[in-house]
């Protein structure tokens, strides 16, 4: 059994490279951001929605605007 979980934040901060073993989505709410996926680089926007499959590993870079994003 999972927990699940809706997180919205407000920042611009780097997160280490990682994986979950369920589905996640990101949908930028505000700003912009930059999302390392399995050694591809995305620039997502306000209104852009990227799914990463369980397992992907993925992290987030800096980019020097705040933004505000929804996860789930």
């Not at 505000?30 to 050694?39: P, R």
């Not at 929605?49 to 020097?64: C, M, P, Q």
């Amino acid at each position: 059994m999972y927990d699940y979980f809706i997180k919205i934040s407000i920042r611009d901060k780097e997160e280490t490279v990682h994986w979950h073993d369920i589905l996640e989505v990101i949908c930028v709410l505000t700003g912009k951001m930059e999302v390392l996926l399995n050694n591809n680089k995305y620039s997502l926007k306000k209104d852009d929605i990227l799914i990463l499959n369980g397992e992907d590993v993925h992290r987030t870079e800096k980019t020097g605007e705040k933004k505000i994003t929804l996860v789930f």
